[in-house]
């Protein structure tokens, strides 16, 4: 019962416990001595289930305890029973006796009211989401159709498929970086396919000492710890034939400024040079090559 008009005359932690059972949508009250802690949990004595409970705190006022303290559902008691009676009528040992069917019957409307009410607000920002998301999709469908279809492993786009999935709204910023995915994913499908069928269509790697013409795919720095300089300068070129042979690039075509992610400026420059040719075992359109001399650009 409420202490606002009557003097406090003290205040204090009891050995009772009150909570509610959600399964049983029952207030559960139990008596916890040699307790530190303001939150335990116990057994419901209707069925079993672990249930919370709280420290009912007693204030002591000038007023009676009346049937309003024996029906509480909540910690605070402030009334003159010191806690002893607060929400005794939901004590195992009461139940029968002083469990009212009214006072149940109360309860548990409170708690349907609750709940309607908490449905309604998830109802009511769910559909103020969803028109949000519907109004941003109109504008943004590359973006979503990306999301929901691509099985790139990378944080950025588990991050975007997953504010999808809740409906949130993709700031500008983010939708222009998914958009620069998309171009990438379509960028590199395309020259996919363009190996694929250039491969399709190589032909052997020529063994053996051989004058070879082509145009440089790659060139990369390898860490090696036996080389004096601790690295190794390696390419791959594709030959006329469209055969790839890999090896280290000639000191002759380590002349040009190396540009981001273009050692020696190499990748797409045709070149000539003499080299020995192994071809990879299985993979006769694949090779190795060694010794490269007379390295020129062509």
């Not at 802690?37 to 069925?47: E, G, I, W, Y």
């Not at 002893?84 to 009212?100: I, K």
């Not at 499908?189 to 000492?209: I, L, N, S």
Request: with cysteine; charged share 30%.
């Amino acid at each position: 019962m409420p202490a606002t008009l009557d003097r406090i005359l003290s205040k204090r932690p009891t050995d009772y416990f009150l909570g509610a059972c959600d399964p049983c949508r029952l207030p559960v009250r139990a008596t916890l001595p040699d307790t530190r802690d303001d939150a335990r949990h116990t057994a419901c004595p209707q069925c079993g289930t672990r249930t919370r409970v709280s420290r009912v705190y007693a204030t002591t006022v000038d007023a009676s305890c009346d049937a309003a303290c024996m029906g509480a559902t909540g910690p605070a008691c402030s009334c003159s029973c010191e806690g002893a009676n607060h929400g005794g009528s939901w004590a195992p040992a009461t139940y029968e006796s002083h469990a009212t069917a009214d006072a149940l019957a109360r309860y548990r409307e409170r708690l349907d009211k609750q709940e309607r009410e908490r449905a309604r607000k998830a109802e009511a920002e769910r559909r103020s989401r969803q028109a949000a998301f519907d109004a941003w999709a109109e504008d943004h469908g590359d973006v979503i159709e990306f999301l929901t279809a691509t099985d790139i492993d990378n944080t950025f786009i588990d991050d975007m498929r997953r504010y999808l999935r809740r409906l949130d709204v993709l700031t500008e910023r983010q939708a222009a970086a998914v958009r620069k995915f998309i171009e990438g994913a379509r960028r590199r499908a395309a020259e996919e396919e363009r190996r694929k069928a250039e491969d399709e269509t190589a032909g052997p790697v020529p063994e053996g000492r051989q004058t070879l013409t082509g145009e440089v795919v790659s060139a990369k720095i390898r860490d090696n710890d036996f080389s004096p300089s601790g690295a190794d300068y390696k390419m791959l070129v594709r030959l006329d034939n469209g055969a790839k042979v890999y090896g280290t690039i000639p000191k002759a075509l380590q002349t040009r400024r190396t540009t981001e992610g273009n050692l020696f400026a190499l990748r797409g420059v045709r070149v000539q040079f003499d080299a020995t040719v192994t071809a990879k075992t299985g993979e006769p359109t694949f090779g190795y090559f060694q010794r490269p001399t007379k390295a020129t650009f062509i």
